[in-house]
């Protein structure tokens, strides 16, 4: 049926005659009666609205002041703009968007709605809360605030992270957390009295233990794996290969001498490594770094030549005589003997000191024993 047909009475589209509009007893259009029933029917279907109800509803109008929401009722609800701000100042919803609301007043005379954005939010992130506590599993949050003992985390609600909870390591500086966005688990909660006590500790031990899980998996001798450098010794290098500690021992690091680990890695350094040995039982991981790099022995045969001469540093003066570096990774002796033609030497250091520069003649070769 045509609009202009809608305007026309019953009489004048031949639906009723005269007696029958008078009395409201005319043949209507069937398909214009079902309409109006269904619609009948639905608005006396629907639930009446009560204090403290979150219904969803759509956004329909913003103005500078208000956020007009569609409750898909007879008149429609307006939120304070103040309350669907971001932390920028920001809008969070825009025309059409679905949003959740909570009831404050109803008036079904008047056909009022007040509603209240914050509030069901609140409302919904409590309710999100006790299921994460009574499940036991883990939410995410900001830190935003720095009290004493700890940090404010807000997840819905402002929660206390205390600085205990905070990290795995007892010394972490909580304020290094300001502004970032964390997971974390609820150990303690009261709601009466809005107490809601967070750990992200638990979170990053749980994360520990399945990459520790993951990692025994993959660990075999002769695996190359990803680890960062944890802290130095004068006898080598802790690796965290992500729940596991290696020790990158000294002798490990290069194929040339190395007086200590500082010389070829930092604290903190991503580093490739391959599992030398691996301990199940005791979880004890040995690693090499050089062994990744090619032997520069395997080649020396064909660099270095009986009779050539050579330069290198002198790296190292022992009783009997000096070693040189030829390149890296290559060293060969001077013996004592072969230092001078005139004088008999008690010691090389009347000669040589570490670090000089000299100039000498290859008299042996011996890749297989690693010597020259």
Known sequence: MSSEENLRSPLERGTGTEEQVE??????????????????????????????????????????????????????????????????????????????????????????????????????????????????????GRAVERVKGGLVVDIGVRAFLPGSQADLRPHFSVDTLLGQEISCRIIKLNRKRNNVVVSRRVVLEEEQSQRQKTLLEQLTEGAVLEGRVKNMTPYGVFIDLGGIDGLLHITDLSWGRVAHPSEVVRAGQQLKVKVLKFDRERERVSLGLKQLLPDPWEGAASKFHVGDRATGRVVGIVDYGAFVELEPGVEGLIHISEMSWSKRLKHPSKILNPGDQVEVAVLDVNPSQRRI
């Open 23 to 140: 009395t409201g007893e005319f043949n209507a259009d069937p398909t214009e009666t079902g309409e109006i029933g269904h619609l009948i029917e639905s608005m006396e279907s629907m639930p009446p609205l009560a204090q403290g109800d979150i219904v969803r509803g759509t956004v329909v109008n913003v103005t500078d002041a208000e956020v007009i929401v569609d409750l898909g009722l007879k008149s429609e609800g307006a939120i304070a703009r103040e309350e669907v701000l971001a932390d920028d100042g920001s809008l969070k919803v825009s025309v059409g968007d679905p949003i959740d609301v909570w009831v404050e007043h109803f008036d079904e005379q008047e056909g009022t709605v007040s509603v209240s954005y914050r509030k069901a939010a609140r409302r919904r992130a409590w309710e999100d809360i006790e299921k994460a506590f009574q499940e036991q599993t883990a939410l995410r």
